[in-house]
């Protein structure tokens, strides 16, 4: 079967290889000039079902909702208020729920277990070729904070191994935290089977593997339209003409939802901006593992030798110029009080925007018109969900059954 993959970041890529593996012809079309130039670009490289919780959780929705509807916290909003953000951001409030929240973050974290194990069990892409390490994640609080006893119960009932270390415990795993930041982090949570890397090394080298066993790739050619048979894909619409197909997924993040607008998808993704710094060459000291500050929402992971990323904040819509200059300071502070040696260097900033849903789930599985299937909407796990996303849709294609549950990433489910 010819399939077209519209989109070529992480989640896309993956696809891509994955149904090259099944056997199909594949093609995977984007608008950018290579794999992983948008969202995955410069992500915070965390393989992190440890801390894959929804972000619709009671509290932080009151602060949303008092940043847009109120005007405080302005570094929140990028954009001015509008009718989509609205509907969204009531759509968000609904899933807050403790009970909805248990619900989502329950999900998301089989699905991002599952990706792990899928990750990691193929060796056509090995660790060093994206700065890869297997290490485990931190997840650090500060003074009189502590790990949600909730967070902890979902670990436990999906068997996910962790563990609560505190003070000379924690600076003794990761040594790093003995030095500016001996008084920082009083305790955190250990992960020891999560996992970071460079996602767009390894998209890259995906998609190189992926054309080696096949699969075109057309680059800087922009979809018009999904076109349609008497309800079945046929093709798709570009500037450099039609592209006939058996099948079509869609894997191309925010813009998922205007691409299935014409055809009655109401697909609700919103962009959500984070903001990372990129170090490259640091001599000297630097931390062992990959871990979030969760007070700061700023993530860290080390890439290979002398390579080290700063990931953060969570602003709705595209930021202004201010905005962004002031994230970055933020982000410059928080990485030469973790990381000394990084003061002075030269570094690359990026803004990126994350496509989320209200519940915090992609949406996976075929559409309503046959040979149309949807990967998408995965917002800040893009990279920890790629590879089971990818797998879970190579098996509905193929009409097997798939190795979870679909329904809770149905694309016309309701959030209620």
């Not at 962790?162 to 270390?165: A, G, I, N, Q, Y």
């Not at 909407?377 to 893009?382: F, K, Y």
């Not at 590879?387 to 990818?390: E, L």
């Given at each position: 079967?010819?399939?077209?993959?519209v989109?070529?970041?992480?989640v896309?890529?993956?696809?891509?290889l994955e149904?090259?593996?099944?056997?199909?012809?594949v093609t995977?079309?984007?608008?950018?000039?290579?794999?992983?130039?948008?969202?995955?670009?410069?992500?915070a490289?965390?393989?992190?079902?440890?801390?894959?919780?929804s972000?619709a959780?009671?509290g932080?929705?009151?602060?949303?909702?008092?940043?847009f509807?109120l005007?405080?916290?302005?570094?929140?909003?990028?954009?001015?208020?509008?009718?989509a953000?609205?509907?969204?951001?009531r759509?968000?409030?609904?899933?807050s729920?403790v009970?909805n929240?248990k619900?989502?973050?329950?999900?998301a974290?089989?699905l991002a277990?599952?990706?792990?194990?899928?990750?990691?069990?193929?060796d056509?892409?090995?660790?060093?070729?994206?700065?890869?390490?297997?290490?485990?994640l931190?997840?650090?609080y500060?003074?009189?904070?502590?790990?949600?006893e909730?967070?902890?119960?979902?670990l436990?009932?999906?068997?996910?191994p962790?563990?609560?270390?505190r003070?000379?415990?924690?600076?003794?795993l990761?040594?790093?935290?003995?030095?500016?930041n001996a008084?920082?982090?009083h305790?955190?949570?250990?992960c020891p089977?999560?996992?970071?890397g460079?996602?767009?090394?390894?998209?890259?080298?995906a998609?190189?593997?992926a054309?080696?066993?096949s699969?075109?790739?057309?680059?800087?050619t922009?979809?018009?339209?999904?076109?349609?048979?008497e309800g079945r894909?046929?093709g798709?619409?570009?500037?450099?003409?039609?592209?006939p197909c058996?099948?079509?997924?869609v894997?191309?993040?925010y813009?998922?939802?205007e691409?299935?607008?014409?055809?009655?998808?109401k697909?609700?993704?919103?962009?959500?901006?984070?903001?990372?710094?990129?170090?490259?060459?640091?001599?000297?000291?630097?931390?062992?593992?990959?871990g979030?500050?969760?007070s700061?929402?700023?993530?860290?992971?080390?890439?290979?030798?002398?390579?080290?990323?700063?990931t953060?904040f969570?602003?709705?819509?595209h930021?202004d110029?201010?905005?962004?200059?002031?994230?970055?300071?933020?982000?410059?502070?928080?990485?030469?009080?973790?990381?000394p040696?990084?003061?002075g260097?030269?570094?690359?900033?990026?803004?990126?925007?994350?496509?989320?849903?209200?519940?915090g789930?992609?949406?996976?599985?075929?559409?309503?018109?046959?040979?149309?299937?949807?990967?998408c909407?995965?917002?800040?796990?893009?990279w920890?969900?790629a590879?089971?996303?990818?797998r879970?849709?190579?098996?509905?294609?193929?009409g097997?059954t798939?190795?979870?549950?679909?329904?809770?990433?149905?694309?016309?489910?309701?959030?209620?």
């Open positions: 079967m010819h399939v077209v993959v989109g070529a970041g992480i896309g890529v993956c696809t891509a149904l090259i593996r099944e056997g199909h012809k995977v079309v984007d608008a950018a000039s290579n794999a992983a130039s948008q969202a995955s670009y410069a992500n490289g965390l393989l992190s079902p440890g801390h894959c919780f972000w959780e009671p932080t929705v009151q602060g949303v909702l008092s940043a509807i005007g405080k916290d302005r570094p929140r909003i990028g954009r001015p208020r509008n009718a953000l609205v509907g969204w951001l759509l968000f409030a609904k899933q729920s009970g929240w619900r989502n973050s329950r999900h974290l089989q277990r599952l990706s792990r194990e899928i990750h990691f069990s193929t056509d892409i090995p660790l060093s070729s994206y700065g890869g390490s297997r290490n485990g931190l997840y650090l500060k003074a009189g904070e502590a790990p949600a909730a967070e902890l119960d979902l436990r009932e999906a068997g996910e962790f563990e609560v270390l003070g000379n415990a924690l600076r003794a990761d040594p790093s935290l003995n030095g500016a008084d920082s982090f305790g955190g949570t250990y089977l999560d996992a970071c460079d996602a767009r090394l390894y998209a890259l080298e998609a190189r593997i054309g080696e066993r699969a075109q790739f057309r680059w800087e922009r979809v018009g339209e999904i076109l349609m048979q894909v046929v798709i619409s570009t500037e450099s003409g039609v592209l058996d099948a079509c997924v894997a191309t993040g813009a998922s939802k691409l299935l607008r014409p055809l009655k998808y697909l609700q993704i919103h962009p959500v901006s984070g903001y990372s710094l990129t170090y490259h060459g640091i001599q000297g000291a630097r931390p062992v593992h990959g979030v500050s969760i700061d929402k700023i993530a860290w992971a080390p890439f290979g030798e002398g390579r080290m990323r700063f953060g969570a602003d709705i819509g930021p110029k201010t905005l962004s200059s002031h994230r970055f300071a933020s982000l410059e502070a928080f990485a030469r009080k973790l990381c040696a990084v003061e260097m030269e570094v690359e900033q990026w803004v990126g925007q994350r496509p989320m849903t209200p519940d789930l992609p949406y996976l599985g075929a559409g309503t018109h046959q040979g149309l299937f949807l990967n909407g995965h917002g800040a796990m893009g920890t969900m590879s089971a996303s990818a879970l849709t190579a098996q509905v294609m193929a097997r798939p190795s979870m549950d679909l329904t809770p990433f149905r694309h016309d489910r309701r959030f209620l």
